[in-house]
């Protein structure tokens, strides 16, 4: 392609710009125009399917929801967790606001995790807090926000552009007065005037190399190429606690979380290769990474996510949530090398190093509305300095932001065109030399430095060699040469790319100190230094292009957490060494027309685009071609016309599986928006005689969350020849508190059914005299279910449990522990326990034995315990002391 | 410098007897945007290795004629 001139270019204005149409982004956009203001919306890719969550996300890590956890502890978990460096009112923001966001996403439609009686299943994975709040049909997320923008309210003021890359902010005066970028498909140079800018670009993942050697095969969504840290730093911002890395455990080679988020609540874990749980941190933490990095390097090492010893089904449970949300493909990668969940453990290993805010502190510094330190310009989502801030915090202060934009924008008069001609410059600048190297040789070269020179463990002389090699290569950058539009896109990240990586070994090199674990490993400084460095430390770009530190004090706390005493300060300029400084710096696709086989389809396409009502769907509903009817039902739940619900029930008697299966997925993820109508009530239950079990099970489930469904349609379903719909009708009736007709299947000829009918049993919470038939199943897993359910219905299986500690099954063993735990007698039989050769049962021997340890000898016996090989059984027996 | 001829096994693939020309579907949608049509068949193909093996291209494809692989380098 020719280089556009710089006056052919597409301007657009707006009061509120909104960079990244991810987590963070998305909501910026709704609330800035639920608050009134003209939003523009950019994004590189397509808001569909963007961001950290392109797919979808699995859980929420950090819901602080009333009645399981308190904002306090959680503002104190973050500071434990990041070492005393938080400026706790960004972090409260989020402890205070998430469980109304989580409302309000509930209110877009989409899912989170809820027990029978309609309350949030949050879960403890950590040791302390529980925040962690699955989402097993979490892959809907970016789609139900995709519906929220569409709706006509939000359209009306929120315009998207799609495959639109900024690559710098303009500023005027030092406020933020918009950007220039160019549209990666066609080529054309954009140029945007705004009242405020938020950045929501997300992290920095092209940082390190994955081990695997392949570019795009990060742990982060490879599109998010630390842009916003780039376009912050240019524009003056400061940013902070670059130094503190992400660094994440995951599926070696896959490169994707192996999820002890959803395992960890089924039984799994990660042991070393004795089989023993090794992590002794009680929080997601750069010590914990640290743990993790030490034992793969150990005579321990490697690591692995075990989940074989635990039954099939289970399994199968955490396979349809891992195969089906966050990484989708996981399952493709482990059965292309033949491993199996059930029967071989998983390696795991560490990612490659990245910046983000959500996973550690890595980002653009934000006061409390997620205002950034250049007027008119705001940072949210993983870009932003709000510590383990995750997918709700990225939504909390994508709400914020745009709120705070909406009420302060001040569109510009003009833009500062000598800027706009350095954007012009560096967008373009590779078509000048098209036979300059390519990105991708450049792009390697530079992250396999990172990986050698910057990557912990740090010295300041790796440091040291890592700068020389990011200057040297600030020439071999600006002579890349590109042909395409895709091209200029890619070569533009490595230059986001560089500067962050000069941004990372810069600041390693600064923080004169080990902090953060693994994060901040300085091999030749190995001590925390809190006198001299319990500070953030904040770098930004001066006006004569050079890079400046200063030393921020921590923000006096709102919760004070032991061991940690910030001291008010004035912020410090750091020195860097002499010569750190940087020396200097430096055709569409052609269409077809549609003449395919199948025209139905894209007029569908077409139609879904126009927010269709549901009379203009119906006839494609109806459409003989099984394919367009499937495709019918995709736009319907992307769209949700009124009456959507009864005509997806129609669709539930469809002739042809797939387009059944279509229409019970949409029902379930609908569940939330639907409205519960008599008629949508009727309409369901017809189906529930259908010949197909999936249509019966998503008919019980979907009346159940609805709360349409009566006990005698559940009743009946208990008879029904598939065990997963005689689930679901368990999970109905435990959802009207009538466990009565329980009892009968309680002798079904499913083990999984009876385990559900114990735990059944244990969420209404009343004794039953089914739990006496249950612990004497021939199944050690309805035993072991059925003892540790009657210590939650009042009246504990006593004698049944203390047998139950000999029993062979370890499985039994926990549950009988768990159940004396409750009843506190006998005591003898969990105090013998402790030395069970399984690490579960020590492990809920201990969790049992902790609310008894004022008795001498369940104290003396919880010391012995602090011995354990077991990580899990010490830290709990520490905990039990200590509290 | 030199422009060469060099297999690579891409990891998104489409079944070109299934893939419904004139949809864009998959082109649309790919953060990557490494897919686009072919100007001789008018199908849907990978024009250049680059992806994140993360599966909306496969998943919303309308006449199942994606498939996405993990990356020659990771299998």
Redesign the interface.
């Known amino acids: 392609m020719e280089i556009p001139p710089i006056e052919d270019r597409l301007h657009l204005d707006c009061e509120v710009l909104v960079v990244g149409g991810g987590t963070a982004g998305t909501m910026a956009a709704i609330t800035a125009a639920e608050h009134g203001a003209r939003v523009l919306l950019l994004e590189k890719a397509h808001v569909r399917h963007s961001g950290a969550l392109a797919m979808g996300m699995d859980g929420v890590n950090n819901a602080v929801i009333p009645g399981k956890a308190t904002p306090e502890d959680y503002v104190a978990e973050i500071t434990r967790a990041n070492d005393g460096i938080v400026n706790q009112k960004t972090v409260y923001q989020t402890a205070t606001r998430g469980h109304a966001m989580v409302r309000r996403l509930e209110g877009y439609g989409v899912k989170f995790e809820k027990d029978e009686h309609g309350d949030y299943a949050v879960r403890r994975v950590h040791r302390s807090g529980s925040y962690v709040l699955p989402m097993p049909e979490g892959k809907d997320v970016k789609k139900v926000l995709y519906r929220v923008l569409r709706r006509r309210d939000i359209r009306e003021r929120v315009r998207i552009e799609n495959r639109v890359m900024p690559v710098r902010v303009l500023t005027e005066g030092g406020r933020a007065v918009g950007v220039a970028g160019f549209d990666t498909r066609s080529g054309r140079f954009v140029t945007v005037a705004a009242g405020a800018v938020v950045l929501a670009t997300g992290a920095c993942g092209r940082l390190g190399l994955p081990a695997g050697g392949y570019l795009y095969g990060t742990y982060e969504n490879p599109t998010n190429a630390g842009d916003g840290y780039a376009m912050a730093y240019h524009a003056g911002a400061e940013l902070s606690g670059i130094e503190c890395f992400q660094i994440n455990p995951l599926i070696k080679d896959y490169n994707g979380p192996a999820c002890a988020y959803v395992a960890n609540p089924f039984g799994g874990y990660q042991v070393n290769n004795r089989g023993e749980r090794f992590v002794d941190s009680d929080y997601w933490s750069g010590h914990m990474m640290a743990e993790v990095a030490r034992e793969i390097a150990s005579a321990r090492g490697p690591i692995y996510l075990k989940l074989s010893h635990l039954p099939g089904e289970t399994v199968t449970a955490v396979e349809r949530i891992l195969h089906s949300t966050e990484r989708p493909t996981r399952g493709t990668f482990h059965a292309g090398r033949g491993h199996d969940y059930r029967t071989d453990d998983v390696e795991m290993h560490i990612s490659e190093i990245g910046l983000c805010g959500g996973h550690s502190a890595s980002g653009v510094w934000v006061d409390e509305h997620g205002a950034t330190t250049v007027p008119g310009l705001y940072a949210a989502g993983d870009l932003a300095c709000v510590p383990h801030n995750y997918m709700i915090g990225a939504f909390v202060f994508g709400d914020l932001a745009g709120a705070h934009a909406a009420a302060s924008h001040r569109v510009p008069a003009g833009l500062p065109e000598g800027q706009v001609a350095e954007a012009h410059e560096l967008v373009y600048r590779p078509l000048r030399h098209p036979d300059g190297p390519p990105q991708p040789q450049v792009e390697y070269k530079l992250r396999r430095f990172v990986n050698d020179y910057v990557a912990p463990p740090k010295t300041a002389a790796k440091l040291e060699i890592a700068l020389e090699s990011f200057e040297r290569m600030r020439d071999e950058i600006a002579g890349m040469g590109a042909r395409t539009p895709h091209e200029l896109m890619r070569c533009a990240e490595v230059g986001f790319i560089r500067d962050c990586a000069e941004m990372a070994a810069r600041s390693s090199l600064t923080r004169t100190e080990s902090r953060w674990g693994l994060y901040h490993d300085r091999a030749d400084l190995p001590d925390r230094d809190d006198a001299n460095w319990l500070f953030h430390l904040n770098l930004r770009k001066l006006p004569d292009g050079s890079m400046a530190f200063v030393k921020r004090p921590v923000e006096p706390y709102l919760v004070p957490v032991e061991g940690f005493d910030p001291v008010a300060a004035e912020p410090e300029p750091v020195a860097t060494r002499p010569g750190a400084r940087v020396r200097r710096a430096g055709e569409t696709r052609a269409g077809h027309a549609a003449v395919g086989r199948s025209p139905r389809i894209l007029e569908l396409h077409r139609i879904a685009e126009e927010a269709p009502d549901l009379a203009r769907l119906a006839p494609y509903l109806a459409d003989e071609e099984p394919k367009v009817r499937r495709a019918a039902i995709a736009a319907l739940t992307e769209t949700v016309p009124e009456g959507a619900g009864v005509a997806l029930a129609a669709a539930l008697a469809d002739e042809h599986g797939t387009v059944r299966r279509a229409a019970a997925t949409g029902l379930r993820e609908l569940a939330e928006v639907l409205p519960a109508t008599p008629e949508f009530g009727a309409a369901l239950a017809e189906r529930v005689t259908s010949p197909d079990a999936s249509v019966r099970g998503t008919v019980l489930d979907v009346l159940r969350a609805l709360r349409l469904g009566d006990v005698a349609l559940f009743a009946a379903a208990l008879g029904d020849d598939d065990h997963r719909v005689r689930i679901e009708a368990i999970r109905g009736l435990v959802s009207l508190d009538e466990p009565g007709p329980l009892a009968g299947a309680a002798r079904d000829a499913s083990r999984e059914v009876r385990v559900w009918v114990a735990r059944g049993i244990a969420a209404v919470g009343r004794p039953s005299p089914a739990l006496d038939g249950l612990a004497a199943d021939p199944d050690p897993l309805v035993r072991a279910a059925a003892l540790e359910s009657s210590a939650a219905t009042g009246s504990p299986l006593v004698d049944q449990a203390v047998a139950g500690m000999a029993d062979p099954a370890w499985q039994v063993r926990a549950g009988a522990a768990r159940c004396l735990g409750a009843a506190g007698e006998p005591l003898e039989p969990l105090v013998a326990a402790l030395g069970d050769g399984n690490l579960d049962v020590r492990k809920a021997a201990v969790l049992a034995l902790a609310g008894h340890v004022s008795r001498p000898e369940v104290a003396a016996a919880l010391r012995g315990a602090l011995a354990d090989p077991d990580a899990d059984v010490r830290a709990h027996a520490r905990r039990a002391l200590d509290g | 410098?030199a422009l060469i001829d060099q297999r690579v096994e891409v990891p998104v693939t489409i079944d070109e007897s299934l893939c419904?020309?004139?949809?864009?579907?998959c082109v649309?949608?790919?953060?990557?945007?490494s897919l686009?049509?072919s100007?001789e068949t008018?199908k849907a193909y990978m024009?250049?290795d680059?992806?994140?093996?993360?599966?909306?291209c496969a998943?919303?494809c309308?006449?199942d004629a994606v498939t996405?692989?993990?990356?020659y380098?990771?299998?």
Do not use: K
């Open positions: 410098m419904i020309e004139g949809c864009t579907l649309d949608i790919c953060p990557l945007d686009a049509i100007d008018g024009h250049v680059e992806c994140w093996y993360c599966g909306p998943d919303r309308p006449a996405v692989n993990i990356p380098l990771l299998r």
